[in-house]
């Protein structure tokens, strides 16, 4: 496509639940990343893929949050046992290929518009 | 570990106005540093980047230049307009790693 996607852009759900978020990155674009941003905060790192391997995952904050990517392209986060805390907006992230302009190593990031999660 | 600090929001201007939206980091080694724009019901979008000591970024008429000895990357822009409105985030990048780190974000609102 001609951007990132995300789905959905919007999910509410209950304390406990699990919950998959979707992304679709920009076509040809090898790395992946996702970034948590809670209110009022910028940013923050989560998960990093070079095509179907997670190369850096030091940013999931605990054993509940998963990410998948088994075809190199399309991307899952899953929330397992949500909880209030969950509650932010889960942006992801394509870049191209390492050793190319433009690629992981050089910062140049293309988002989506992320998908909001209200745990209630 | 790395850190970024930027200007606190709202600012908000009038049409042709001066910006200027501070940045201040903290990183081991040679950082790149970013600022990164996000308009209205858009996704986060790279307005411009440096990447040593001294370079300077620059596009749509935005400029930050890299001041190692300051630690800053600081935005600015001689005449802002409307279509500038958005939240600016300020970022870097460690060395070696992909890992972009961002600041709060500053909310910019041009008034006619």
């Known amino acids: 496509g001609a951007g990132v996607s995300q789905t959905p852009s919007n999910k509410v759900t209950e304390k406990g639940k699990y919950v998959e978020l979707r992304c679709d990155p920009i076509s040809g674009h090898t790395a992946l990343y996702w970034y948590r941003q809670s209110l009022g905060q910028g940013p923050e790192f989560l998960i990093y893929f070079q095509g179907t391997g997670a190369a850096d995952d030091s940013g999931l904050p605990n054993d509940r949050f998963f990410a998948v990517r088994p075809e190199g392209s399309v991307s899952t986060l899953k929330i397992q046992r949500t909880e209030r805390g969950d509650s932010a907006m889960y942006l992801c992230?394509?870049?191209?290929?390492?050793?190319?302009?433009?690629?992981?190593?050089?910062?140049?990031?293309?988002f989506g518009e992320g998908s909001r999660l209200t745990v209630l | 570990g790395d850190s970024v600090t930027q200007m606190e929001g709202p600012v908000t201007l009038s049409e042709e106005a001066f910006l200027t939206i501070n940045c201040t980091y903290t990183?081991?080694?040679?950082?790149?540093l970013f600022w990164y724009v996000q308009y209205p019901g858009e996704g986060l979008q790279l307005l411009l980047k440096?990447?040593?000591?001294?370079d300077k970024g620059s596009n749509k008429g935005f400029e930050a230049t890299y001041r190692k000895e300051t630690t800053s990357f600081h935005l600015e822009k001689g005449s802002v307009q409307v279509s500038d409105s958005a939240v600016y985030f300020c970022a870097l990048k460690g060395g070696s790693n992909y890992k972009l780190t961002f600041g709060k974000g500053t909310l910019l609102t041009v008034n006619p």
């Open positions: 440096a990447t040593k000591a001294d």
């Open positions: 990183a081991t080694g040679y950082p790149s």
């Open positions: 992230a394509s870049s191209r290929s390492a050793g190319l302009a433009g690629g992981p190593g050089t910062g140049e990031l293309f």
